[in-house]
């Protein structure tokens, strides 16, 4: 087994993965996961926690792929802060999950103020019969691959860097609600989204590919994707509108998993609506173009 946060499945949380399922199948074991939900800074410092990058249900599903045979959720609470390192291995690792080999960050700490490392992890696995494998950090552009790292990326709107951390496309998921039907006026219907994730990209139109209902089985669909607060038209809440290209159909209370592939510009208010027009025709030619020429070297990686 592994412990870990795991928010956004990266790049390092996959090597811890990897290391586990290597290790269950060298003992004929099952390879679980154990992470908490909330993080821990909701309870610890509410004020601090960050933006999740993913669902407990995102998570099941991205480790599900990888190969993990069971997600074991731990509510984190006060309680469980105040812990010892001895307490959590016993109670939680030994008795509650039975674990035989446990995978850790070299940087893991654990138990009440973080007490525990994965040194004193392996001192206390040779007596609760677990043995503990540390794994060294992920490093990209030689500095580690993190959470912290990814969510930064999201924020400014830097799709390729973020995706290149998380080794996969940075999504979110909504459902589709009634919007003002600016859209469809504008030749452009949109369909604008009650978002499922907290971590949005920062402002701006992105090339994207969209699933319909979220499901591994629905076709990808291209689509320019813009999130921002419509300046041509006054302002206002922080939205995101998918325009799907050469699609139509009625998407309202579905739920849309919008990945994203690419940034094509920053927000910006236009004269007037020909003006925004005219922009959207051409982002929507960019967007074909980013998304051809993506899918074209992704073939190429899987030859």
Do not use: W
Not at 68 to 80: C, G
Not at 172 to 195: I, K, M, Q, S, W
Request: hydrophobic letters at 40%; a neutral charge.
């Amino acid at each position: 087994m592994t412990v870990g946060n795991f928010d956004g499945v990266h790049r390092g949380h996959q090597a811890l993965v990897a290391a586990a399922r290597e290790s269950a199948r060298s003992r004929g074991g099952t390879t679980v996961v154990l992470t908490f939900d909330p993080h821990p800074s909701h309870v610890l410092s509410p004020h601090r926690a960050p933006e999740a990058l993913l669902t407990v249900g995102q998570k099941a599903e991205i480790l599900g792929a990888l190969g993990v045979d069971r997600l074991a959720v731990l509510p984190f609470t006060r309680a469980l802060a105040e812990k010892t390192a001895e307490d959590f291995a016993r109670d939680v690792l030994q008795h509650c999950l039975g674990a035989r080999s446990v995978i850790v960050g070299e940087n893991f700490r654990f138990g009440r103020h973080r007490q525990g490392d994965a040194a004193h992890l392996a001192q206390l696995g040779r007596s609760m019969g677990f043995s503990v494998e540390p794994v060294g950090a992920v490093l990209h552009d030689g500095a580690p691959i993190s959470s912290t790292r990814i969510r930064a990326a999201v924020a400014r709107g830097e799709i390729e860097a973020a995706n290149a951390l998380l080794g996969r496309a940075y999504f979110l998921d909504g459902r589709v609600r009634h919007g003002e039907g600016r859209g469809r006026t504008l030749g452009f219907p949109t369909a604008n989204l009650e978002l499922l994730n907290e971590a949005v990209p920062g402002g701006g139109v992105y090339a994207c590919r969209v699933r319909v209902e979220a499901a591994a089985t629905s076709p990808l669909r291209p689509a320019v994707v813009n999130v921002g607060r419509r300046p041509t038209f006054g302002g206002g809440d922080m939205i995101v509108e998918v325009h799907l290209l050469d699609f139509q159909a009625d998407l309202y209370d579905r739920v849309l998993r919008v990945l994203f592939v690419g940034k094509l510009r920053d927000e910006q208010k236009f004269a007037d609506v020909d003006a925004l027009k005219r922009q959207i025709a051409q982002d929507a030619a960019e967007a074909r173009q980013i998304l051809s020429t993506a899918a074209e070297e992704n073939h190429k990686d899987t030859k």
